[in-house]
């Protein structure tokens, strides 16, 4: 049965905003064959907003369902827009947070580009533990200074650590306060420990009315109200919550405290910001007519573009997975998926077996559509590098700020 209460709060005044039956269950594992890609799992999105704490849950999210593994490529450091970013959150751990002895701990650390970036930033002496069952690679790098575990961190496998970083992990948790407890008990009882989590920002989906970011894997999307109260339930004491990468993402800070972490909720701290889910969530995204009108804009875009030649989705990551699965399940619209990450390209997208191939493809391509405003200035450079005509179309137009 679907969940009703706020896994943040308890709270039962939640609502429904949008189904979808039969999604991916992934959207960044690699397929061999077509056939494969479109045999993959499949579960139900119902998604439920709080209106308590503005918290966003896949209610109907079965974790059974949900496997990651070698073949899980999320990898996103292949793009120059994404890696400025790093280097920006790198060099603010360092610079400005002091980050630069001690040891770090990675809850989540894919293939280990962010821990690599912080170890190499000038000044920083510290060494690093990444934890990530997906981590294909040598069990140490940079002579011994960071290591791996191919596993979950949890109270088995849970390390010393001043300071820990989690970066796109929450949002795939069911029941978020069990990581963040998990992560609390690691840290031991003395407290001091600070603690960095970067997560989508559920408002900035909802105000922009992104369907494409509702997806299975992120069943756990959060407003800055609702990540500082879970951090606070789990026992940490928030410093800042705020709103990064255009918007798109939450980073919060906090430090843990030497008290037990307190088993029923607590008050935000005056001066975070203090979010209610939009008043336009009512409107539903996956009902009524706004998913109507998406499909039957969809439509028309692809109809009149593919008339001209060739036409691709730009990003074979969860937006373009979720795109091609609502717009083109059938794959007789797009010619295919353009990824500039090696290791993606030459297999196949999750539910319509789309093939992923490399930005070569589209020297004679009418359009290619990009589903993150973040990345059109380097698409439109991409595109103009290659000697191609083609069309950069963003399905978004003008995305609406969130925060500062």
Excluded at 304 to 309: A, V, Y
Aim: aromatic letters at 8%; hydrophobic letters at 40%.
């Amino acid at each position: 049965m679907p969940r009703e209460t706020c896994p943040v709060c308890d709270s039962a005044d939640t609502e429904p905003f949008l189904h979808r039956p039969g999604v991916p269950v992934h959207q960044n594992m690699l397929f061999d064959t077509a056939s494969a890609a479109r045999g993959i799992a499949r579960g139900d999105l119902e998604m439920r907003a709080c209106a308590a704490c503005g918290f966003v849950f896949n209610a109907a999210f079965d974790p059974a369902l949900v496997d990651y593994g070698p073949q899980y490529e999320n990898s996103q450091d292949c793009s120059p827009a994404f890696n400025a970013h790093l280097d920006q959150l790198a060099d603010h751990l360092v610079t400005e947070r002091g980050i630069r002895t001690g040891r770090i701990v990675e809850v989540g650390c894919g293939k280990g580009g962010f821990l690599r970036k912080l170890l190499a930033h000038p000044g920083n002496t510290c060494d690093a533990v990444g934890f990530d069952p997906a981590y294909t690679g040598p069990a140490e790098i940079m002579g011994g200074r960071a290591r791996f575990v191919t596993d979950f961190y949890g109270p088995e496998t849970a390390v010393p650590a001043d300071a820990v970083t989690c970066r796109h992990v929450i949002e795939h948790i069911p029941e978020p306060l069990d990581l963040l407890r998990t992560v609390r008990a690691g840290v031991g009882a003395s407290g001091g420990t600070r603690v960095f989590f970067e997560t989508p920002c559920a408002e900035w989906i909802l105000r922009n009315r992104v369907p494409w970011d509702f997806f299975y894997e992120h069943c756990s999307l959060f407003t800055a109200g609702s990540l500082a109260l879970a951090l606070e339930r789990a026992g940490f004491a928030v410093t800042g919550v705020r709103h990064i990468f255009g918007g798109q993402y939450l980073w919060a800070e906090g430090e843990a405290v030497g008290s037990n972490p307190s088993s029923t909720p607590l008050l935000r701290r005056e001066g975070l910001p203090t979010l209610t889910p939009p008043p336009f969530l009512g409107e539903g995204l996956g009902r009524g007519s706004l998913m109507s009108e998406r499909l039957t804009h969809w439509d028309a875009l692809l109809a009149e573009t593919c008339s001209r030649g060739p036409v691709f989705a730009w990003g074979a990551g969860a937006k373009g997975v979720t795109f091609c699965n609502l717009a083109d399940p059938d794959r007789t619209r797009l010619a295919g998926v353009v990824d500039v990450n090696p290791a993606k390209q030459g297999k196949y997208l999750p539910g319509t077996g789309h093939r992923i191939v490399p930005p070569e493809a589209v020297r004679d391509a009418a359009a290619v559509l990009v589903f993150n405003p973040n990345y059109l200035t380097e698409v439109r450079a991409m595109i103009e590098q290659l000697g191609s005509r083609a069309e950069v179309i963003d399905p978004m137009q003008e995305a609406v700020p969130c925060g500062s």
